[in-house]
């Protein structure tokens, strides 16, 4: 058991399996591969939203949209759209390119995220919020195995994950914490708002990506 955890969180290869890509752009998918993307932001969006509707404090990139709309005007819709543009120009040096994942990804989860808002539960005692926020790092390390084995290209900001992982070596765990922590930090700069859900996302993404990365590449031939 210590030793798989060991494996987990020290992860530096994402998994192979027989259904993912071959390539980050392929526009052809098996219809396996598709579905088990698809599945994975359905998942992610799915998480996402259990983290909004714990009502604890939002995840560190939304503090900074939040910062963002503060200090610009903008809604924070907008901002959300500027930052992920502004983050695939840091593709470009790490040589990421986008894919047909890194569109669904953009499009699935918004819409996930508004078909399942009014109905997820909104618990009120701080045990139910923080548990439900634990659920919820659950789901979307789960969601992001799947899309990210898939190989069909990552959002904005896992592509910076996995970029960054590659040309520097370091664990995805320490990867995605870093980015997570500092994503936070300077939108509570700006003025976003930080609550108990934030420090515990930033705190939990990474070694959750890690999770899901392995269990489903072990699961998940």
């Known amino acids: 058991m210590l030793k ?5 969180f020290t992860l530096k ?7 993912a890509s071959s390539h980050e752009y392929n526009l052809k998918p098996k219809l396996v591969t598709l579905i088990y993307l698809i599945l994975g932001l359905i998942l992610f969006g799915i998480g996402e939203t259990l983290l909004i509707t714990a009502n604890i404090g939002v995840s560190p990139w939304f503090v900074l949209h939040q910062g963002l709309s503060f200090v610009s005007g ?4 907008i901002t959300t759209f500027i930052v ?6 840091f593709w470009i040096p790490i040589k ?3 894919g047909l994942g890194t569109i669904l990804n953009a499009i699935l989860i918004s819409v996930v995220v508004d078909a399942t808002i009014f109905i997820l539960p909104y618990p009120e005692s701080l045990f139910f919020k923080i548990i439900q926020i634990i659920i919820a790092m659950f789901i979307i390390g789960i969601g992001s195995g799947f899309y990210l084995i898939a190989n069909l290209g ?10 960054l ?6 664990s995805f765990t320490l990867i995605r914490t870093i980015l997570e922590i500092s994503a936070v930090l300077f939108g509570f700069f700006l003025g976003g708002v930080i609550g ?3 420090v515990l996302y930033a705190i939990m993404i990474g070694p959750s990506v890690s999770f899901g990365l392995y269990f489903v590449g072990r699961l998940f031939k």
Do not use: A, E, H
């Open 165 to 170: 992982q590659k040309n520097t070596k370091y």
């Open 74 to 77: 903008y809604t924070i819709g």
């Open 196 to 198: 108990l859900g934030t």
């Open 4 to 8: 798989i955890i060991i494996l987990i």
């Open 84 to 89: 992920s543009i502004i983050i695939l120009f």
């Open 96 to 98: 990421q390119k986008p």
């Open 154 to 163: 990552p959002g904005p900001r896992d592509g910076l994950m996995t970029g």
């Open 13 to 19: 290869k994402m998994p192979i399996t027989s259904w």
